[in-house]
């Protein structure tokens, strides 16, 4: 646990070893925990740190929900790595956890030496869409609050984003371990960290000079486009698609997931990807 003066993260380190540290952030209802089946492969190599974001898992948040937002929970993160004197460490983000890896990265660029991220975006581009979906974020917060978690979590998991990962063996798993969260932390998560209310980084794509992986399921066509003009806007980043997978790529396809992870970031020493 890392107590600061409004945070108390829950998070799991591996043994260092003289590898370098790779902090892993989860998407919106995960925890440091849905890494654990791929920390095993990932460790021969790198040193790895998992963490609850707030409003998930063990990690408690003190004080208001406006601790539950990017740009604190963002500062609540490097305050984490300073008490854990952690200089300078690998980045990777997936979904939520991408768009928070993202603006850490364009915030924080001395504490990242390059960063993954996981069928994530640099939020919405215009005024108009994020108060829309600020809207909709608050009626789902609200939904979560007062419905059966269990037939929100069907609901959520009914998308057609997350069709091939319906149909993967490891599926009731994963929505069993969804549903160790508490409901009324992630509909503040929902409120803070959503879409609809963090800053659009598309116009800070152009400057970002951390070297940048874009992972994204051979499946995903929404987030294939994303990343593609993602890509576009920034020199230093790159796009991989990742066989067999939808949006969850880390669940549906580890052993690629792994692989690409490592050439990138131990082996790819010309960033070759």
């Known amino acids: 646990m890392f107590d600061g003066k409004n945070y108390k993260f829950n998070y799991f380190l ?12 989860h998407g919106f209802m995960g925890n440091s925990n849905d890494f654990i089946e791929i920390i095993p492969q990932l460790s021969e190599k ?6 609850d974001l707030p409003g ?17 929970t963002g500062k609540a993160l490097i305050a984490l790595l300073d008490d854990l004197k952690i200089e300078k460490c690998y980045l990777f983000g997936y979904s ?30 215009y005024e108009v869409e994020r108060s829309l979906r600020y809207e909709s974020d608050l009626k789902l917060a609200n939904k979560l609050e ?8 069907s609901n959520w998991y009914s998308q057609a ?65 994303i990343n593609t003009e993602m890509a576009e806007l920034c020199q230093v980043a790159k796009v991989k698609i990742i066989p067999e997978s939808g949006h969850n790529i880390h669940l549906e396809n580890p052993k690629e997931w792994v692989e690409s992870i490592i ?11």
């Open 46 to 51: 790198l040193c790895c740190l998992t963490i």
């Open 161 to 225: 984003l997350f069709e091939s990962l319906r149909q993967h063996n490891n599926f009731e798993k994963l929505k069993k371990r969804r549903l160790e969260n508490n409901r009324l932390e992630l509909a503040k998560s929902l409120r803070n960290l959503g879409i609809g209310n963090q800053p659009s980084l598309w116009d800070k794509l152009s400057n970002h000079q951390i070297y940048t992986l874009l992972m994204v399921g051979e499946y995903d066509d929404k987030f294939q486009a």
């Open 146 to 153: 007062n419905s059966n978690y269990e037939e929100f979590l």
């Open 14 to 25: 591996t043994e260092k070893k003289n590898k370098q540290v790779i902090l892993l952030l």
């Open 56 to 72: 998930h898992g063990k990690t408690i948040v003190f004080d208001s929900e406006e601790y539950y937002n990017m740009p604190n």
């Open 96 to 125: 939520m956890g991408g768009r928070l890896a993202l603006y850490l990265a364009i915030n924080f660029p001395t504490r990242f030496e390059k960063i993954i991220l996981e069928s994530a975006s640099p939020g919405l581009k």
């Open 263 to 273: 050439i990138f970031l131990v082996k790819g020493r010309e960033n070759k990807v």
